[in-house]
């Protein structure tokens, strides 16, 4: 998943463990992450404004106090993630693929978290953020700002569609065509 994941989620997943490391909490949860979405501000969630100025509010509803910087515990520890924290990623590789999207955004981040009930989602209830209003969001901003196409896409369309048999047949035709060569090289 974090080969696929944007420089902004991976900020959002560092800025989470900063959270869940303030707090000496040993894991990262689902309320840890959207507050990583919050701190990396420069992202499709924050292009498509769905979060901007319920920072505090979140935070209140999450009861998660605001780190002040003095009280850093060892970032450099290995921190997992809890089961609501792997299921929000889980359903955001599901948010991107929907989106035909191979690279995971912040949105997507944002969508895995709505998708089922945790801490996180009941905080954006309580702000009136449902996950309907976050993919309609996400929908406008991606036609507003298009996402760059990987050469991936460029020659077989969406990694998610029916291409895959297409690009198996391609390599075997290709396996094909240098065993043969290699034979005819030993043969003569």
Not at 44 to 63: P, Q, V
Request: proline share 3%; aromatic share 8%; glycine share 4%.
């Amino acid at each position: 998943m974090f080969e696929r994941s944007t420089v902004h989620v991976r900020r959002a997943i560092f800025y989470a463990r900063y959270e869940a490391s303030f707090q000496s909490a040993g894991v990262i949860t689902a309320g840890h992450i959207l507050l990583g979405i919050i701190r990396e501000g420069d992202s499709r969630s924050a292009a498509a404004g769905l979060l901007k100025g319920h920072a505090t509010s979140l935070r209140s509803a999450l009861d998660i106090p605001s780190p002040s910087g003095k009280e850093l515990t060892n970032l450099m520890k290995d921190m997992p993630l809890d089961q609501n924290a792997k299921m929000a990623l889980a359903y955001a590789v599901k948010e991107a693929q929907s989106d035909d999207s191979f690279y995971i955004y912040t949105d997507h981040l944002l969508r895995g978290v709505l998708c089922f009930p945790n801490e996180a989602s009941d905080a954006l209830q309580s702000i009136s953020l449902d996950l309907a209003k976050v993919r309609e969001a996400s929908k406008l901003n991606r036609k507003k700002f298009p996402t760059k196409k990987t050469i991936y896409h460029r020659l077989f369309g969406s990694p998610y569609k029916a291409h895959s048999a297409t690009l198996a047949k391609w390599l075997v035709a290709l396996a094909v065509c240098v065993l043969t060569a290699l034979l005819i090289r030993l043969l003569n």
